[in-house]
């Protein structure tokens, strides 16, 4: 898959741009690309998974909770790129974790020694599905004022 700018990231997540970057800027999306002072972010696939990602979460959390959510998920996708499902746990001393659905097992009512109020089940599979059909879409209609 090829490689977006952040104004074609954004149009593929559906988010609006200077938001975005105001929430980078601030510190509540920490794992957004690193960029070199003058150029633009370019977003590779997970990037733009988790972007999306990010952009559901927003719908029901602050930023800062749907940031710190979404860099959960993308820390492990970046270490298990095709995996289909992300669980996240909340526990009781308000601590998200987080675990790949392959090593799952049946529903957990205690991690980490605490138990878990609440379980998240993300469709890592369906979201990027839809991400690579908006890519196909976004390279079509890209235009000289998004290269």
Request: with cysteine; charged share 30%; proline share 4%.
């Amino acid at each position: 898959m090829r490689k977006f700018r952040i104004q074609s990231a954004c149009r593929i997540a559906g988010l609006d741009r200077d938001r975005f970057n105001e929430a980078v800027a601030a510190g509540k999306y920490p794992c957004a690309p690193e960029v070199v002072r003058g150029s633009t972010r370019v977003f590779d696939e997970i990037d733009l998974i988790v972007l999306t990602i990010y952009r559901i979460y927003l719908f029901q959390h602050p930023v800062p909770l749907a940031g710190m959510l979404a860099c959960k998920i993308h820390e492990l996708l970046s270490q298990k790129p095709d995996e289909a499902e992300i669980v996240l746990f909340l526990l009781t001393n308000g601590a998200w974790k987080s675990t790949v659905g392959s090593t799952m097992g049946p529903h957990k009512r205690k991690r980490d020694g605490m138990a878990v109020l609440e379980t998240r089940y993300v469709n890592v599979d369906n979201i990027r599905e839809y991400v690579r059909r908006e890519a196909r879409e976004e390279a079509r209609t890209l235009g000289a004022e998004d290269e």
